[in-house]
């Protein structure tokens, strides 16, 4: 929780990562930032007057303190408001020491600075109106963004993509509060400002495109955090083997033992630009053993949990079980929301008449949503085919397009749903116009409530509290 907020501290804090390093950046931000630096270094020789210092500019020179060489430095001085936090900054680039760092924030504390808070500068930035809320969650999202996919999804909404779209949205909503509320001021004349029908087809816009943005989150989230991808299959198919020969490590043990796997394994993998959290599961069979057992009610949660599911069949299993046992996992498989990739697996044991069969699952199972692909996982055959089909199941439907991958987000857009179908039936039951009023505005709250235009202290801290210390 951040707790100085309000007040005109001047907050300094290491900007790089923390640890030795070739150079380490620190951050000054506040009223006397510029003052604090031009006390404690000199260019040229000489010491640097405040009122010859031109922003943008960087300056060579040395730290000194009380006759004590600190160190060489390079600083840059940023001037108000055209700074990251619309205060005036400056940053100052030392060796990498660990203890040039933090003899250098003491130093800096002990002339009038306060060791910033964890996400003070982006907060100080917020309130500065210098971007909105999510623009500043964003930061947070593109600092621990681990692959392309994800890096793309935060540059759009740092780029103000989301923001913008849900500026429209509350627009629209707000002509339509305040056609509404204006009847109320008029309510003996029983005047009506607001057409029904074009504020009916209006809401129906809104909603739409409120659902859109909702039912993105499990995209978003899943790009963001690794998009969850299911192995699943009878004991012995293979699926052990082939979370290996993808990691291209012996990570998960491989026996011919029915029931070697009993809990789930997890490891990411980046594919052409996207993380993929691949999760070998427990072998699908009836137990009586304990262990077993759970790992395999483990290994349904994972189905369900799975934006991808690959379902591994055995090959040289007679073609009535496999065709059982891929019935079996489409029945677990939610396709409006997943995408199921059945590999049938040990392809390299088949002669020409078992290619035929693998021909005859395809058509029986009558499924053009599933994809089918053969391979061996032992061999290493026919994994570029699946790669190929991972990276069917689009990430982005283009590089602009806007995916909710915040939790906070997600939940206020879907209470803005509650809203305006609320909203719908009051229309259609036609209640007080006053009732309608207040879903309306509650819609309103909601969304305004994800670009920061409706916040409290509390929301705010809770945010920039899990940003890192110098941002």
């Keep these: ?37 031009a006390t404690l270094f000199q260019s040229q020789g000489k010491p ?64 009038g600075c306060r060791m910033a808070e964890a996400g003070e500068f982006t907060r100080r930035a917020f309130v500065n109106r210098k971007f909105d809320l999510t623009q500043a969650e964003a930061i947070a999202d593109l600092i621990s963004s681990e692959s392309e996919a994800a890096h793309r999804v935060a540059i759009n909404q740092l780029k103000g993509g989301f923001s913008k779209e ?11 509060t ?3 509320e204006l009847e109320l001021d008029f309510s003996e004349e029983d005047v009506e400002f607001a057409d029904r029908s074009q504020l009916k087809a209006l809401l129906q816009e809104t909603l739409d495109k409120v659902n859109i943005l909702k039912d993105s989150f499990r995209l978003g989230n899943a790009i963001k955090n690794g998009i969850p991808v299911a192995i699943v299959g009878q004991t012995n198919t293979g699926k052990s083997t082939l979370l290996n020969t993808l990691l291209g490590e012996d990570r998960a043990i491989v026996s011919d033992i029915a029931g070697t796997t009993r809990d789930t394994i997890e490891e990411t993998l980046n594919i052409k630009g996207i993380l993929y959290r691949f999760i070998d599961t427990a072998g699908l069979r009836k137990t009586d053993e304990t262990i077993e057992k759970i790992g395999i009610e483990r290994s349904y949660k994972k189905i369900q949990e799975a934006t991808l599911v690959i379902g591994m069949l055995d090959a040289t299993k007679d073609y009535g079980s496999m065709l059982s046992a891929a019935n079996d996992i489409l029945e677990k498989v939610d396709l409006r929301h997943q995408q199921l990739i059945i ?14 069969l693998l021909g005859q699952l395809r058509q029986d199972l009558n499924n053009d949503d599933v994809i089918f692909i053969c391979l061996s996982a032992k061999h290493h055959l026919g994994i570029d ?19 909710v991958t915040n939790v906070r987000h997600y939940e206020a857009l879907t209470h803005a749903s509650e809203s305006l179908k609320q909203v719908q039936q009051g229309l259609e039951m036609n209640i007080p116009t006053d009732l309608v009023s207040q879903d309306l505005r509650q819609a309103l709250y909601h969304l305004g409530s994800i670009t920061g235009e409706i916040t409290t202290d509390e929301v705010l801290g809770n945010i920039f509290s899990r940003f890192c210390i110098g941002k």
């Design 166 to 176: 849900l500026q429209v949205l509350r627009s629209k909503l707000l002509e339509m």
């Design 1 to 37: 929780m951040l707790n100085h907020i309000g007040n005109n501290d001047t907050i300094c804090a290491l900007a790089t990562p923390h640890g030795m390093g070739a150079i380490a950046v620190i951050r000054i931000s506040g009223t006397q930032a510029f003052p604090i630096v």
């Design 178 to 180: 305040s056609l509404i």
């Design 343 to 356: 590999c049938i697996n040990k392809v390299d044991t088949l002669s020409d008449h078992g290619v035929a």
């Design 48 to 111: 640097l007057e405040i009122i010859g210092i031109h922003p943008n500019k960087a300056y060579h020179g040395y730290l000194i303190n009380n006759d004590e060489l600190l160190d060489e430095a390079v600083v840059t001085f940023f001037k108000a408001p055209h700074s990251f936090t619309g205060e005036d900054t400056a940053e100052i680039s030392v060796h990498g020491s660990v203890y040039v760092q933090q003899k250098l924030l003491q130093v800096l504390v002990a002339h």
């Design 385 to 403: 085919d699946l790669y190929n089909a991972l990276n069917q199941y689009q990430t982005l439907s283009s590089p602009d397009a806007t995916l």
